[in-house]
């Protein structure tokens, strides 16, 4: 699966939004990008993925260069509770024989501080 | 989303000992499931993937005799530490696929809440 790189950490006031950058230059056709948090002592989160479109649900916004190269995890929002560590992956996903294959690897993420 | 439960959250044994933990996805069933270890201030690191009725793939460096993982059913998998020794201490999460509906080509893993080993 491709390597991504993202910041080591951000700072973010309250009820503003929170621009989390990632970088997947080495990404592949069937690879997809998924962006989990784990806030601290807990279990990762699914937030939101996508393939090339932007995606957006009731978490987050999901925007993705034309390339694909790039994405951004916008938190439109924050809040206190926001803070944690976000993790982007790149994955493949795809058929064979009707299975899916493809496992997250996590790498350092970006600690996110939503500060009052 | 899907939900995962993991038990226990939190689990003190003495060195030698055999400690079990139970991964199961309670709304929606599972053919995959993962287990992962984080030690503190780093990240996630997988140990294995387990297929429902078939062997487990562990990752390299991952001693598959101490670390017995069974997914007997489709929403059920242990992960059992055989002998622990301090130096298995640590965080462990397990994680269920959950197939969407709209097609076998997206997927999403929803992990649990972990469980903490401290080992003395």
């Known amino acids: 699966d491709a390597k991504t790189t993202q910041p080591t950490s951000m700072d973010c006031a309250e009820g503003r939004a929170a621009n989390l950058p990632c970088n997947h230059s080495?990404?592949?056709?069937?690879?997809?990008v998924y962006w989990y948090r784990q806030i601290h002592s807990q279990g990762p989160q699914y937030i939101i993925h996508?393939?090339?479109n932007n995606e957006t649900n009731e978490m987050a916004s999901l925007i993705i260069t034309e390339d694909r190269k790039s994405s951004t995890l916008i938190l439109p929002h924050a809040t206190l509770r926001d803070t944690a560590v976000y993790y982007c992956?790149?994955?493949?996903?795809?058929?064979?024989?009707?299975?899916?294959?493809?496992?997250?690897?996590f790498g350092q993420g970006t600690i996110l501080t939503v500060h009052p | 989303g899907a939900v995962v439960s993991q038990h226990p959250s939190w689990v003190i044994c003495k060195s030698g000992t055999s400690v079990k933990i139970e991964c199961r996805s309670l709304d929606f069933q599972a053919t995959t499931m993962f287990w992962y270890r984080q030690f503190p201030k780093q990240s996630l690191m997988l140990m294995a993937t387990?297929?429902?009725?078939?062997?487990?793939?562990?990752e390299q460096g991952v001693e598959k005799d101490k670390f017995l993982i069974n997914h007997a059913s489709l929403t059920l998998s242990t992960l059992t530490v055989t002998s622990a020794h301090p130096e298995d201490s640590s965080f462990y999460i397990c994680?269920?696929?959950?197939?969407?509906?709209?097609?076998?080509?997206?997927?999403?893993?929803?992990f649990g809440a972990g469980t903490r080993l401290s080992v003395l």
């Open positions: 996508g393939l090339k």
């Open positions: 994680s269920a696929r959950a197939m969407l509906r709209d097609g076998l080509t997206k997927n999403i893993q929803y």
């Open positions: 080495t990404i592949s056709g069937n690879e997809y």
């Open positions: 387990s297929n429902e009725g078939s062997k487990a793939t562990y």
């Open positions: 992956i790149v994955r493949a996903t795809f058929n064979a024989g009707g299975t899916s294959y493809g496992k997250l690897t």
